[in-house]
C-alpha cells in the first residue's frame, strides 16, 4: 500500500501477556518512529530510528519496552509483560528524511485488562 | 523539556465560520512546527509543516502562522465545513527529529 500500515489495529491483552505491534513504513523512508498516546492526550515520543539504528530510544517508558527494525524497513515494538498502564494507542510514522512531512499509521490500540 | 499547550480543548461553530486554533510552547529554540489532522480512531494526517525560519504557511483555506519569539502558533480555517470536524494537533520539534505534542483542539463545525 502507500500508506504506513500497522497490525494489529487492536489489540487486548492480560496483564502480564508480551505483546508485538507491527510497522510497515512507507517504501524507502529511512526514518521511522513509535510514539504512545493516551486517551485524550497527544502523542508521546517513544523511539526514533534510522534506516536500521536506532538512535533514540528515550522515551520508552522502562525496560519491558523494546523496539527493532532489523533490515531497516519493517519495526517492531514489542512489550514484556504489559501493565495496566501502558493500555493505549500505538502510532508508528516514517518520513523521507528528517526535518520533512511525517506520515503516520492509523495506529495498533492495545487494551490490557 | 519542551511543554506544548492548545487552547481551547474544544470548540463548536456553526458552517462557514472561521476556526482560529491556538498553540504555545514553552522553548522558542525549534527546529519546525506542524499542525496535524486527526479523525476518531483513526492516525494523523500532516496538514501544513513551518520551518523555525518562516512566519507562516498556507494550503487551500489552511493557513498558519509561527512567532517563535512568543512561542506562538495559530491555525486559522477559513469558511469551516462539516468536514473539518476533527481533533487538530500542534506539534513542535526542538531538534531534527522528536516532536512534542499538545493534547489537541476537538472542532465540531454544526451544519
Known amino acids: 500500500g502507500a500508506g504506513v500500515s500497522q497490525s494489529p489495529r487492536y489489540k487486548v491483552a492480560k496483564r502480564g501477556q508480551d505483546v508485538a505491534l507491527r510497522c510497515d513504513p512507507i517504501?524507502?523512508?529511512?526514518?521511522l518512529f513509535w510514539y504512545q498516546q493516551a486517551l485524550g492526550q497527544g502523542p508521546e515520543f517513544l523511539t526514533y530510528?534510522?534506516?536500521?539504528?536506532?538512535?533514540?530510544k528515550s522515551g520508552l517508558p522502562s525496560d519491558r519496552f523494546f523496539a527493532e527494525r532489523p533490515e531497516g524497513s519493517v519495526s517492531t515494538l514489542k512489550i514484556q509483560r504489559t501493565q495496566q498502564e501502558d493500555s493505549a494507542v500505538y502510532l508508528c510514522?516514517?518520513?523521507?528524511?528528517?526535518?520533512?512531512?511525517?506520515?503516520f499509521g492509523e495506529g495498533s490500540r492495545l487494551t490490557v485488562l | 523539556k519542551q511543554e506544548v499547550t492548545q487552547i481551547p480543548a474544544a470548540l463548536s461553530v456553526p458552517e462557514g465560520e472561521n476556526l482560529v486554533l491556538n498553540c504555545s510552547f514553552t522553548?522558542?529554540?525549534?527546529?519546525?512546527l506542524q499542525w496535524f489532522r486527526q479523525d476518531p480512531g483513526k492516525g494523523l494526517t500532516s496538514l501544513l509543516l513551518?520551518?523555525?525560519?518562516?512566519r507562516e504557511q498556507t494550503s487551500g483555506r489552511l493557513n498558519a502562522s509561527l512567532d517563535k519569539s512568543s512561542g506562538r502558533s495559530t491555525l486559522y480555517i477559513a469558511a469551516s465545513q462539516p468536514g473539518d470536524s476533527a481533533t487538530y494537533l500542534c506539534?513542535?520539534?526542538?531538534?531534527?527529529?522528536?516532536?512534542?505534542f499538545g493534547a489537541g483542539t476537538t472542532v465540531t463545525v454544526r451544519a
Open positions: 510514522a516514517s518520513s523521507r528524511n528528517l526535518m520533512v512531512e511525517l506520515f
Open positions: 517504501s524507502g523512508h529511512v526514518s
Open positions: 530510528f534510522q534506516n536500521e539504528a536506532q538512535l533514540d
Open positions: 522553548d522558542s529554540a525549534i527546529y519546525n
Open positions: 513551518i520551518q523555525s525560519s518562516q
Open positions: 506539534a513542535v520539534s526542538s531538534n531534527d527529529y522528536k516532536l512534542s
